[in-house]
């Protein structure tokens, strides 16, 4: 009785047909591998959650880094999410230290050139599911600085933010979901007076002069939304002249 190998489930997604059929094969040509492609983000959602429901999970996504009409770091955040056994790794078409960065962030664990080799990406596929990271050696050095960098920034946001008062910090978590001054006010119980001086007192504290640039150093420093906000008050935040609306 032949003994089983235990198999790799592999996700190609990439925009370019050619692409990804020719990759999807040369994969599947392995004896170890069995793979599925998907020619944009929503397509590999689709395929992803269909696979869990029928108890048949993938264990590696290969993704374009330019989908077209969409952005191949960006699907790697949202399958972050509720699938920790999936290894992502992004494929590129040239190096850039700073989207590397952000793919790394973003939950990738490699970031591979689309001409590399087929035993250099079968490598990076075994070795991911080994908990290594890959990434180019010519690109080490700058994405090292770029992850430095992004932690600076957030150490200095998680310290301003950390200087407002607890309705401060309760008020900049009704703007980070999305909730306009009268929103704020309903939520909390407040004026809409007493909100926006919180609010004009947060962005004073944060060193920013408008919402937006508070809402993208509180998300930077880790501040999620309010919990459960009301749909009927929620609302686009409304910006007029960097004054709050």
Same mark, same amino acid.
């Given at each position: 009785m032949g003994v089983s190998v235990a198999r790799i489930r592999v996700l190609v997604v990439d925009d370019h047909r050619v692409f990804a059929e020719s990759l999807a094969a040369a994969l599947a040509a392995e004896p170890d591998v069995d793979v599925a492609a998907a020619g944009s983000g929503p397509a590999a959602l689709r395929c992803l959650d269909r696979a869990a429901a029928e108890g048949r999970r993938f264990d590696v996504m290969l993704?374009?880094?330019?989908?077209?009409? *969409?952005?191949?770091?960006?699907?790697?955040?949202?399958?972050?999410?509720?699938?920790?056994?999936?290894?992502?790794?992004?494929?590129?078409?040239?190096?850039?230290?700073?989207?590397?960065?952000?793919?790394?962030? *973003?939950?990738?664990?490699?970031?591979?050139?689309?001409?590399?080799?087929?035993? /250099?990406?079968?490598?990076?596929v075994r070795g991911v599911l080994r908990d290594e990271t890959h990434l180019p050696p010519a690109l080490l050095t700058g994405v090292l600085r770029e992850l430095t960098e992004a932690r600076r920034h957030r150490t200095e946001s998680e310290r301003l933010v950390e200087s407002l008062t607890p309705r401060e910090r309760e008020v900049l978590r009704c703007m980070v979901a999305g909730l306009g001054r009268k929103a704020v006010a309903e939520r909390l119980f407040l004026s809409p007076h007493?909100?926006?001086?919180?609010?004009?007192?947060?962005?004073?504290?944060?060193?920013?002069?408008?919402?937006?640039?508070?809402?993208?150093?509180?998300? /930077?420093?880790?501040?999620?939304?309010?919990?459960?906000?009301?749909?009927?008050?929620?609302?686009?935040?409304?910006?007029?002249?960097?004054?709050?609306?």
């Open positions: 993704v374009d880094a330019d989908l077209a009409g *969409a952005d191949g770091v960006e699907l790697v955040g949202q399958v972050r999410e509720g699938r920790p056994g999936l290894r992502s790794v992004v494929l590129a078409e040239r190096d850039d230290a700073h989207r590397a960065a952000l793919a790394l962030q *973003a939950g990738a664990w490699g970031w591979v050139a689309k001409d590399s080799s087929l035993q /250099r990406l079968l490598a990076v007493t909100v926006r001086t919180h609010m004009q007192n947060v962005l004073g504290k944060l060193g920013v002069h408008s919402t937006l640039a508070a809402v993208a150093l509180a998300r /930077r420093a880790g501040v999620g939304p309010a919990e459960d906000p009301d749909p009927v008050l929620a609302g686009d935040v409304v910006e007029r002249g960097g004054q709050l609306a």
